[in-house]
């Protein structure tokens, strides 16, 4: 069994060939083709077969991380597209919530207006309309409907969004608007809002159905050119593409739900955090990414990847009524600009020198201090070998930005870049605090495990801050996210709006909403040709007080849903309330607003990690002078150097180290001991723990 | 810039305090059961020292629920040392004194005191507007025949609900006997308590690590830096002094000349990078009627916000913590006894109109100074409360109706949204027709009523109810007697307006103010909202944006060429050459 994920980044794309029988890892980074991703892809393909002896053939599956549909939303490039709504309702995606989304600027553009999925001229309402209950309270106007279809198709519009009010109660309005529009116009992508998101507030649903139009088009067109591409170079085996919940799915999926992968790209990252955290017994965990621009910070309990707060995911400003992983990205990264403010306050991002010209150090006309130079003025990176010494960074050029800073500030060099250091890692902290600490998760007991090229100079120090004691370094940090992509299964999702209260919950009914949906999941499975053995259905709840207007996520049992498999529902719920905000209505009655089952399907992928034994002595390859905050006080430590695979397995070694390889470095702060694990992890545990 | 801590740490302490008062609205917007917190989000969450000096805010909370904080504190501070009462570990306070930092009764506070070894070092507070108060009528909006305090609602001067920890039970009871639909409101008040006591509990956890004195340097720190940041902001405007006078509805529809088209006037002095701010020449205050202002808590705030929008912008200077620093250059005078200071007990409780028409007034003046930083007039808002009573008990539902900005420098106005000092959300036409017996009709943009400019204003919408049952509805609006002014050559915009159309077919224009009033099932009520000013000569528009607005159906092919001068020919183009020669014959 031959497997191969391909992660497509802005700047890279990252491939990873596993051989699960002999438990052989190849791995091989080519240039991204922003244009044209495919061709990436496949050049990638090609190069990693050579490098690893097999032909495309032998490849069963392929994996797959895309940001296509991410960057159409980012840069609102997308299809035209349309939309058919309630006569009287033109306006729902434009008036949106009402509020600004800054309180104090007159100048502030609201996305929603300024760069609308849905220009209004292409917005059409129809006669038709339903009650709360799904009643109708006026039939659809067909031919109305099938004037504004052909409208539309005349003024050129590419893809259709119907969109009607309480069609997550009764979808039957959307759907023969969808029939008909079908009819009118073959060649356009339609899709409803109940079947991208069948959940009330219908600004959000609208929104997120009108970004799955936009982006529908392009990624579809985009899979189908993949696969065909693929198919020439002689692939046989599957396609899976990452989906934002953090499964894969087929392409046919993708097309049907394109909005499914806007975060496809990033949760390949967690995915991998935690496999690797998996294998040593580290199933809670917290993955920090961080790269050049950017941190994306995952929360793994009990081996689950947590999922976003309902309404509190966005993408470009606009909310996405989708489950997703919950990924909280903040500006801060390698190129992350440190700066005095106009106010004279100190700043280190979000603004980022990027790649182009990138800092100071990188010697390609950056000329603002970034956190890479602070790194290289304290000591923690090697200039002479930089990624592998494939790069050589200026020392100079870095020393004099950070010092121009320090004398704007009247402190130290090393003051200076250990200071960007600490405020950068104080910000990082500060959202992992938010993912953790603030909803009721104490972060002691969890393994903070750091890559991207950057998470493994700072997730020792970012650890400390937050009284983490074990920090886990995969073996390629680099190329986590490709890895992630072997480690998943296939995942779908069915949801209902449940509305049922305590004390008046129709048992029969309830059971059924469940059962439906996974009779639907299991037609999806079918399709795939997933054996029975192989499918499991989570169940799951929102729940909420009667009255309030967030839920939150509890697991609900399998099996008929009497009261008193419900009355554990209940007490999860309160449970779960008090741990999160810190208080629980106990004498409130509860309401379950919506149902969901997560139907997973199990596909071949990457087991165990290989393990490796090496034997020796820690022979450092260089030595330097490298600055670390104890207490207080910064200190200044001889600090060995040491080439990251030559280093013997399974034997301590205190800090202060740094430990380099290809596609990053390692900083083992002073205070921190270190092991290379069986499985090539770094593993560093706090003295003081 | 002298500092006092260094300034790497500095930031990592001004970044934990910015993450409390997060977690604190965060956790009260998910915890709370009325429309009004977790939807339009009609709350704040700030923490202060132990002065009531505000050291961060949460930046979900409207401006007009965090603003008011230190007042709040100051009041609660002042009611306790002059019944010589102590603050001790374990209380909370409650506190809706309007004459004493609150910005009306139904914006209820609950402080929590932080102590420190032994002493008194801050106050986590929440703020948020309560769906009912106990006033005459039920709802806490749209009460615009209020006649004095009393008749407000009731009244909560520094109260213990919480007294060494120990719930003090008899209070509660009183609320749960006098608020109309307890169980929402109550529940939202104990979910404003917890979310405090965490904010207390993280900023305790805080002074701990670090200790007060740094701590206290560190958001001295911030508040000079803030200071500084506002100081050369008003440092770039030209001194001088500038004066705008506009004018409020108060109470078309009354006989006494006293009660209607109140002017607002406000002169503004800038000397150097200090800002006064007076309110003479604005109207005497309406003794029986409630849309006087109090000086602290809603003038002052409307004043700060609209200064800093304009001065500060988000947009272009970033994030700029809002504390007790970025208010230092600027003073504040309103004539006692004006509707911008008025003397207890005259009524407040509708003071959220008029406020905003202050924040329009001062943006009005500051104009000509900053010309590329303002928009035109804005569209003021309008609050309905709905009321009734099913089987299951009464009801109230409260929807605050969007205004619309002025064109700008550059862009057309923001269109239906919250103006100036307000910045709350709808409700969901699925929420309200799932849990209440109304039905929303439609909800839409205005057609042809744009403010014409070469940055066109911001539209109104439309929105319609109907009730599915008997009930009522008041409402507390203005904004439909005068437009919104148009600016740099741009033509004002339009009005609001409100009709209510009977089940038996009859229609009625409504004033802006109606006191509650009894509806029958099948009655509609239709809220226009107003389109902000034109921004600039309207024949300067480009005529391709014209040609946008023809093609969204905004305005039409007549309103094109006689407000814009520009000809939209049979393919739906524009034609150039006949535009060019209706503009020059203009």
Known sequence: MIVLGVDVGGTFTDLILADLGKQQLTVHK????????????????????????????????????????????????????????????????????????????????????????????????????????????????????????????????????????????????ERRAAEILREEMPEAFVTTSSDVAPQFREFERFTTGAMSAFIGPKVRRYITELQGKLTDQGLRGELHVMTSSGGVATPQMIAEKPASTLLSGLVAGVRGGAWVGSHIGADRLIT???????????????????????????????????????????????????????????????????????????????DLPTVTDANLVLGRLAPENFLGGDMTLDAEAARSVITRLADELGRTPEETAEGALTVLN?????????????????????????????????????????????????????????????????????????????????????????????AELNAIFDRDGVPADKRRMLREGDLRYVGQGYELKIDVPDGPLDAEALERVWQDFHDRHRA???????????????????GLGEVEKLGAPPEIAREGTFEPVGQGRCVFRVGEALETFETPYFDRATLPTDRDRPGPAILLQTDSTTVVPPGWTFRVDRFANVLMTRDDA | ????????????????????????????????????????????????????????????????????????????????????????????????????????????????????????????????????????????????DAVDAYAEGLQFKAVRVYDEGRKVEPVWQILRSNIRIADLVVGDMEAQVAAARIGAERYAALLDQYGLETLTGAYEDLLDYSETMMRDAIAAVPDGTYNARTHI???????????????????????????????????PQTPNKPINMPLVGTVDCAVWLTLRSILLDSDKFGAIPQNAGLTRPITIHAPEGCLANPIFPAPVIARFCPGNAVADTVMKAIAPAVPQQVSAGIGNLRVMAFSGAT??????????????????????????????????????????????????????????????????????????????????????????????????????????????????GRTEALPSKIPYRQLARGDRITAYGPCGGGYGNPLLRAPED?????????????????????????????????????????
Not at chain 1, 305 to 316: G, H, T, Y
Not at chain 1, 340 to 347: E, L, N, S, T
Not at chain 1, 580 to 598: C, D, L, N, W
Not at chain 2, 548 to 571: F, H, N, P, Q, W
Request: proline share 5%.
């Open chain 1, 288 to 366: 920090l990414d961080i790269g050049g621009t950017s941190a994306d910070i995952g929360i793994v309990r009990d081996g689950r990847l947590a999922e976003a707060d309902a309404r509190s995911a966005s993408i470009a400003g606009f909310p996405v009524m989708l489950p997703m992983i919950d990924i909280h990205t903040i500006g801060a990264g390698g190129g992350s600009i440190a700066y005095v403010d106009r106010g004279g306050a100190f700043r280190v991002g979000p603004e980022s020198a990027g790649a182009d010209p990138g800092p100071a150090a990188y010697g390609h006309g950056g």
């Open chain 2, 1 to 144: 810039m002298q500092t006092r801590v260094d300034p790497f740490l500095a930031a990592v302490i001004h970044g934990a305090l910015e993450n409390i008062a997060i977690e604190m609205g965060h956790k009260l917007m998910r915890m709370s059961y009325s429309s009004i917190i977790r939807e339009s989000e009609d709350f704040g969450t700030a923490l202060t020292d132990a002065t009531g000096r505000q050291l961060c805010e949460c930046t979900m909370s409207t401006p007009l629920q965090s603003g008011p904080i230190p007042g709040y504190v100051e009041g609660v501070l002042r009611e306790i040392a002059g019944r010589g009462d102590e603050i001790r570990p374990g209380d909370v306070f409650m506190h809706n004194d309007a004459y004493a930092g609150a910005s009306h009764g139904p914006d209820v506070g609950f402080l929590v005191p932080i102590f420190h070894e032994g002493a008194l070092a801050g106050f986590s507070v929440t703020t948020a507007h309560h769906l009912d108060i106990g006033a005459l009528t039920p709802g806490s909006c749209g009460i615009v």
């Open chain 2, 391 to 504: 089987a299951a008990g009464p009801w109230v539902h409260m929807e605050i109706m969007e205004g619309a900005y002025g064109g700008r420098y550059g862009k057309d106005g923001m269109d239906a949204v919250d103006t100036l000092y307000a910045n709350t959300r709808n409700n969901p036409v699925e929420d309200i027709e799932s849990h209440l017996p109304l039905r929303v009709l439609n909800y839409e943009l205005r057609e042809n009523v744009a403010g014409p400019g070469q940055w066109r204003g911001g539209i109104g919408s439309i929105r319609s109810f109907e009730l599915l049952e008997d009930g009522a509805v008041s409402v507390e609006g203005d904004g439909q007697r005068f437009d919104p002014w148009g600016f740099a050559g741009g033509a004002d915009g339009s009005p609001a307006n409100v009709d209510l159309v009977q089940a038996d």
């Open chain 1, 30 to 173: 080519t240039a991204s083709t922003p244009a044209n991703p495919a061709i990436g892809v496949v050049a990638g393909l090609k190069a990693i077969c050579d490098k690893a002896g097999i032909a495309v053939a032998d490849i069963d599956s392929l994996f797959h991380g895309t940001t296509v549909g991410t960057n159409a939303m980012l840069e609102h490039d997308g299809a035209v597209t349309g939309m058919v709504t309630n006569e009287g309702f033109r306006d729902v995606l434009h008036i949106g919530r009402h509020q600004r989304p800054q309180h104090y600027s007159i100048m502030q553009d609201l996305p929603w207006q300024n760069r609308p999925l849905i220009k209004r001229r292409f917005r059409h309402t129809v006669a038709g309309r339903l009650d709360a209950q799904g009643g109708e309270l006026a039939p659809l106007d067909e031919d109305g409907l099938r004037v504004a279809a052909r409208t539309m198709r005349e003024a050129g519009v590419e893809a259709v969004l119907v969109g009607f009010l309480f069609s997550y109660v009764n979808p039957a309005h």
């Open chain 1, 426 to 518: 104080s910000n990082m902290a500060n959202a992992i605090r938010s993912r953790t600490v603030q909803k009721g998760i104490d972060p002691r007991d969890f393994t903070l495990s750091g890559f991207g090229g950057a998470g493994p100079l700072h997730a020792a120090e970012v650890a400390g801050m937050l009284g983490v004691t074990r920090v886990l370094i995969p073996p390629h940090p680099g190329i986590t996210s490709a890895l992630g992509l072997l480690t998943a299964d296939l995942e779908y999702h069915a949801l209902r709006t449940a509305f049922a209260v305590k004390g008046g919950v129709d048992h029969p009914r309830l059971t059924h909403l469940f059962d439906d949906m996974e």
């Open chain 2, 249 to 283: 509805d108060g109470y078309l529809d009354s006989d006494d000349p006293a009660l209607k088209e109140l002017p607002i006037e406000v002169t503004l002095t800038i000397e150097g990078s200090d800002i006064h701010v007076d309110l003479t020449g604005t109207a």
């Open chain 1, 580 to 598: 999160e905000y810190g208080h629980a209505f106990e004498a409130s009655p509860i309401e379950i607003v919506t149902v969901k089952v997560r």
């Open chain 2, 546 to 586: 014209v040609l946008d607005d023809v093609l969204d159906g905004l305005i039409d092919d007549a309103s094109a060429r006689e407000k814009y001068g520009v000809v939209i020919g049979a393919t739906r183009e524009v034609d150039l050459a006949e535009t060019e020669k209706l503009r020059a014959s203009r």
